[in-house]
């Protein structure tokens, strides 16, 4: 068989190898980058190959025969080519609900059953009627025809389809920006210029007669499509999902290529450099940021990367990594990075603030780790102690403790580190100037599943304890002093009644009422230093048992007393151990505060809540409302001051108890106070 060479040959079979050189490629890339963009890819390619290198060979035929049999090759690239290209523009866009087998059937249906139909049935008589062979041009022989209705609407349907996947490539260069609009526009040419080429050809008279130019323009799109694969990295690169992943990103993210310029830049990113632009170099792009720009630079950025950027909304804290790129088949080679950036304004700002409350704190702070040496030292141990942060870090924290207290401390320390549980104790700590202080101080794990570090909170108490110590020696003094005072005015008044007469009684007796009101006032101090200082226990109280030993010892010592008492059978409370000294207080209180011949006295405990409480009423005159307000205030002034010591004993027994403490005044007279505390345990209930 004779074959003719024409213009076109050489530009086909380069179309066609240039093809084929793309489809090997994507099928080495088949288990790489998104499957259906590169399963796509590969189909444009070896139907853009078929086609190129069958009509070359259909061209180089001089029988009619020969002419038709290659043309069903030519069929066989036109059909691949019709079903992968809008499968290829779907892919690339993200559409992959396209891929499912309905939808993936029916883009495939017609091009399959064209392909079909012509190995089956032939293209004559489906497509061409009355073929021949003719001169063209005057050079070569080239198929004639009469084009049939089915041609016709092949052709119709695939202008459609195609002009559909020009619309979403177009709407996705417009979309997108950076490198993905780059890609997105370079493929928008290199589909519509085949297209063009062959309507251009088919339908006026400026190509060449009876022969088909879209499949010679297969040699221009090549270069197209290798710039976009291997300078835009296509299969690497897809823009799949690329709103709901890159664009929606909470952190900034910047892509810029081997030179440094930035070639995309996600919202985020956008809002937090104003000046951001795509295609300007590092240092223009990021002008209100320079440390950012130093770091990308000089190569420094990573996981620890930190900047801080000025905003209309005041500073702004960021962690900047850099990820390098590698080109498409360069192995290592750069080929370009993606900078990726997280707003930690919140963090920073929340860090500085726990920085500075330590840093101004009245406490030393300190970290100590299990070899005894001082980690971390607050700037606090300066004004307190006198010592600089800094120079006493590393320092055993032994050398600051008195050699007295060294041992107990060093017991602590190693109970904290042991059983994880907080030691607080007291100590003396050195000052710079050789002075003692003493702290009070706890020490407890840093982490709570780390074991090899321990907090110390250190407080100064050396004015609080001297106070306190220089109280109760005055209390302590007072107290005995006042009781040896009065039994001494007590003897003496009782071995003058035999040497006064009637009127001297009288004067007497005064004196007796007195010396009682201070012993009481006495005994009442002991039992508020008690109240005080002692770390007494809960205990399980029953009222019900409580109060009729009360009101019967109260009748026994003030027989012009009358008492009523109203109790349920039980009534167990959880309260302070000096319970039944704060109910008898107010017992007395309404007998001898009372200015009648009788004081009557109702009690009456009911249950209230989840616990119970006790109302005393009485018919005296009443607390004076200035004596309530100074109660119900916890403190005293010079010109405001509670007359007993009886109702403050009240106020902190039943407040220590967890309870609560409610004075009212009677009408027309009288006083009504109750107290309330939680209920205990019915089965341990004590008197």
């Not at 059953?113 to 190995?119: G, I, K, P």
């Not at 039944?580 to 009911?606: K, M, P, Q």
Request: hydrophobic share 45%; charged share 20%.
């Amino acid at each position: 068989m004779a074959w003719q060479t024409t213009p076109y040959t050489v530009p086909l079979l380069v179309a066609g190898s240039a093809s084929f050189v793309f489809a090997a490629y994507a099928f080495a890339r088949r288990f790489r980058g998104s499957k259906w963009l590169v399963r796509s890819f590969l189909g444009v390619t070896v139907g853009a190959g078929v086609w190129a290198t069958a009509y070359a060979v259909q061209l180089s035929a001089t029988t009619l025969s020969a002419v038709l049999f290659w043309n069903r090759f030519v069929w066989l690239g036109i059909g691949t080519l019709a079903a992968a290209w809008p499968a290829f523009v779907l892919a690339y866009t993200g559409r992959l609900e396209w891929f499912r087998p309905r939808r993936l059937s029916a883009i495939c249906l017609i091009p399959a059953s064209v392909v079909v139909a012509v190995w089956s049935l032939g293209s004559v008589p489906l497509f061409y009627r009355y073929p021949s062979i003719t001169i063209a041009d005057g050079a070569y022989l080239a198929l004639t025809y009469s084009s049939t209705i089915a041609l016709l609407a092949f052709t119709a349907y695939t202008y459609v389809v195609n002009l559909m996947s020009f619309l979403v490539l177009g709407y996705a260069a417009v979309d997108r920006t950076g490198i993905f609009r780059r890609q997105a526009g370079l493929l928008f040419l290199a589909g519509t210029l085949p297209m063009t080429i062959g309507v251009v050809g088919a339908w006026s008279s400026l190509g060449p007669v009876f022969v088909d130019l879209t499949p010679i323009s297969f040699s221009v799109t090549a270069a197209i499509v290798a710039w976009v694969v291997f300078r835009y990295r296509l299969l690497d690169l897809s823009p799949v999902a690329r709103k709901a992943v890159f664009a929606n990103l909470s952190d900034g993210v910047i892509v810029l290529d081997d030179d440094d310029r930035v070639v995309d830049a996600n919202d985020r990113a956008r809002g937090l450099f104003d000046s951001l632009e795509l295609g300007r170099p590092v240092g223009a792009a990021f002008s209100n940021a320079p440390a950012i720009v130093d770091a990308v630079r000089s190569g420094e950025t990573g996981e620890g990367g930190r900047a801080a950027i000025e905003t209309d909304d005041g500073p702004r804290f960021l962690t900047v990594t850099e990820r390098a790129l590698s080109s498409a088949g360069s192995g290592d080679e750069r080929g370009g990075s993606v900078l990726l950036f997280r707003d930690v304004t919140e963090r920073e700002t929340l860090q500085r603030r726990y920085r500075a409350l330590i840093e101004k704190s009245p406490n030393v702070i300190a970290v100590c780790g299990t070899d005894g040496l001082l980690r971390y030292v607050s700037p606090s141990v300066d004004r307190l102690l006198g010592h600089d942060a800094a120079r006493i870090e590393g320092w055993p924290v032994l050398d600051l403790i008195h050699p007295a207290d060294r041992e107990e401390c060093q017991r602590r320390f190693e109970a904290a580190l042991e059983t994880g549980d907080p030691q607080v104790f007291e100590h003396r700590i050195a000052r710079e100037n050789g002075d003692w202080r003493t702290f009070e101080t706890t020490i407890e794990p840093l982490f709570e599943n780390a074991a090899d570090e321990v907090v110390i909170t250190a407080t100064d108490v050396t004015e609080g304890r001297r106070h306190e110590q220089r109280l109760q020696v005055l209390n302590r003094v007072l107290r005995h002093d006042l009781k040896n005072d009065v039994n001494v005015i007590g003897g003496y008044a009782d071995l003058l009644r035999n040497h006064v007469d009637g009127e001297g009684e009288a004067h007497l007796d005064v004196i007796d009422r007195k010396v009682r009101t201070l012993t009481h006032l006495s005994d009442q101090a002991r039992e508020i230093d008690v109240a005080l200082h002692d770390e007494s226990d809960r205990a399980e109280i029953d009222l019900a048992a409580l109060l009729p030993r009360l009101c019967d010892s109260l009748e026994a010592a003030f027989p012009d007393a009358s008492v009523s008492l109203s109790t349920p059978e039980r009534a167990v409370v959880s309260a302070d151990e000096l319970l039944e000294s704060a109910v008898r207080n107010v017992l007395e209180n309404a007998v001898v505060h009372h200015d009648g011949a009788v004081a009557n006295i109702d009690v009456w405990v009911a249950a209230d809540r989840d616990g119970y409480r006790v109302e005393i009423a009485d018919d005296g005159p009443g607390i004076p409302p200035v004596e309530q307000t100074v109660f119900s205030e916890g403190r005293e002034t010079p010109l405001e001051h509670a007359s007993g010591l009886g109702l403050w004993l009240v106020h902190w027994i039943v407040t220590g108890s967890g309870g609560e403490l409610a004075i009212e005044t009677r009408e027309p007279t009288g006083t009504l106070v109750s107290m309330w505390f939680p209920a205990g345990d019915e089965e341990t209930g004590q008197v």
